[in-house]
């Protein structure tokens, strides 16, 4: 398998970098600054609007991932920026990540009615970017997938984690990194995954 990695330094996109490494594929990491990717991925230093850098990146894999997200709580597009790019540069199959956050089917009450308002207040600008995100991505005509993890939590690969195509998975608000990186690479060449929405959860 080859793909590319788009945010292939930050906590999520390094654990996909590594872990497809692991699995033997060939792996292409979009990166501003080639000394942070410690892994030896093929790099290619890129911002996200050189197109013909990240068309050269794109060509001739399997699949894109961006696991792009915002560092901080200010005004972001980054999550946009990075789907736009990848749709630009002839992405074919493009996974993205985004948030738990975004939708309440299935949480409970007290989720539904007090936590997912107060999140939605204190990450709005990395919300934002997310919502609009996956609407460029759902208008597109690739194969695409958005990926819903709850919040991030580091540490080794469980393995054990829970998906759920409409709406949130009950019960389970936190996931680690290693099993986000893990579920997007199993679902690159799961066909039941294309062209949809899942939220994934510690099982």
Same mark, same amino acid.
């Given at each position: 398998?080859?793909?590319? $990695?788009?945010?292939?330094?930050? /906590?999520?996109?390094?654990?996909?970098?590594?872990?497809?490494?692991?699995?033997?594929?060939?792996?292409?990491?979009? +990166?501003? =600054?080639? %000394?942070?990717?410690?892994?030896?991925?093929?790099?290619? $230093?890129?911002? !996200?609007?050189?197109?013909?850098? !990240?068309?050269?990146? @794109?060509?001739?894999?399997? %699949? +894109? @991932?961006?696991?792009?997200?915002?560092? =901080?709580?200010?005004?972001?597009?980054?999550?946009?920026?990075?789907?736009?790019?990848?749709?630009?540069?002839?992405?074919?199959?493009?996974? $993205?990540?985004?948030?738990?956050?975004? #939708?309440? =089917? /299935?949480?409970?009450?007290?989720? &539904? *009615?007090?936590?997912?308002?107060? !999140? #939605?207040?204190?990450?709005?600008? /990395?919300?934002? #970017?997310?919502?609009?995100?996956?609407?460029?991505?759902?208008?597109?005509?690739?194969?695409?997938?958005?990926?819903?993890?709850?919040?991030?939590?580091?540490?080794?690969? *469980?393995? +054990?984690?829970?998906?759920?195509?409409?709406?949130?998975? &009950?019960?389970?608000? *936190?996931?680690?990194?290693? =099993?986000?990186?893990?579920?997007?690479?199993? %679902?690159?060449?799961?066909?039941?995954? @294309?062209?949809?929405?899942?939220? @994934?959860?510690? /099982?």
């Amino acid at each position: 398998m080859r793909i590319t $990695v788009l945010g292939a330094t930050g /906590g999520v996109g390094g654990e996909v970098v590594g872990q497809a490494l692991d699995r033997g594929w060939h792996v292409t990491a979009v +990166v501003r =600054d080639a %000394a942070r990717l410690k892994l030896p991925a093929e790099a290619v $230093v890129a911002g !996200l609007h050189e197109r013909e850098k !990240l068309a050269a990146a @794109i060509e001739g894999r399997d %699949a +894109v @991932i961006s696991a792009l997200g915002s560092r =901080d709580r200010k005004p972001t597009t980054v999550c946009t920026d990075g789907a736009r790019a990848a749709l630009a540069a002839g992405a074919k199959r493009l996974l $993205v990540v985004s948030a738990s956050g975004l #939708d309440a =089917d /299935g949480d409970g009450f007290f989720t &539904r *009615t007090l936590v997912k308002p107060l !999140l #939605d207040a204190v990450l709005k600008h /990395g919300y934002t #970017d997310m919502r609009a995100m996956e609407d460029l991505v759902l208008a597109s005509a690739v194969d695409w997938t958005v990926v819903r993890p709850p919040m991030l939590l580091n540490g080794p690969r *469980t393995g +054990v984690v829970k998906s759920r195509l409409d709406g949130n998975v &009950r019960g389970s608000y *936190t996931i680690r990194r290693a =099993d986000v990186a893990g579920y997007l690479l199993d %679902a690159v060449a799961d066909p039941t995954l @294309i062209r949809r929405k899942v939220s @994934i959860a510690h /099982g």
